[in-house]
């Protein structure tokens, strides 16, 4: 089984910056895709940013040119810079990532974080 914890959110103004970090424990599972996703208040969950095991990247249209997605494989944590943030950019966001077992590529499973809180406001 494959846990997530999402940390790096908070508080910060129009224009700021953040990054945020998920950790993924995996064992004996294999990590491939991982992804940030963000779900704001009364509002439908919403992709931000994707990420294969081999480095290959994708962005929602709100975010691109502002946001960057990494993934560091051998410490299992992906990450989600954020820069030029907007009111809009406030909502909890939530680590994704699908995973198999080492040896065994399928069935395929997915995970989420619990989310952290990113608010952005003067």
């Known amino acids: 089984q494959v846990h997530l914890v999402e940390s790096g959110g908070g508080l910060v103004q129009p224009g700021g910056s953040l990054r945020l970090s998920c950790a993924a424990s995996r064992s004996i599972f294999s990590i491939d895709d991982m992804a940030w996703y963000r779900q704001a ?5 919403e992709l931000v940013a994707t990420i294969t095991s081999g480095g290959n990247t994708n962005y929602g249209d709100s975010v691109k040119d502002r946001f ?20 809009e950019d406030t909502a909890v966001y939530f ?14 499973y997915e995970y989420w974080g619990p989310g952290t809180e990113v608010t952005v406001s003067s």
């Not at 208040?41 to 969950?45: A, L, N, S, V, Y």
């Not at 997605?69 to 820069?83: E, F, P, W």
């Open 68 to 87: 960057t997605i990494s993934r560091d494989n051998a410490k299992n944590t992906v990450y989600l810079q954020m820069s030029s943030l907007k009111p």
């Open 41 to 45: 208040p009364g509002k439908e969950r």
């Open 95 to 108: 680590c994704n990532a699908h995973a198999s077992l080492v040896g065994i590529p399928y069935p395929r």
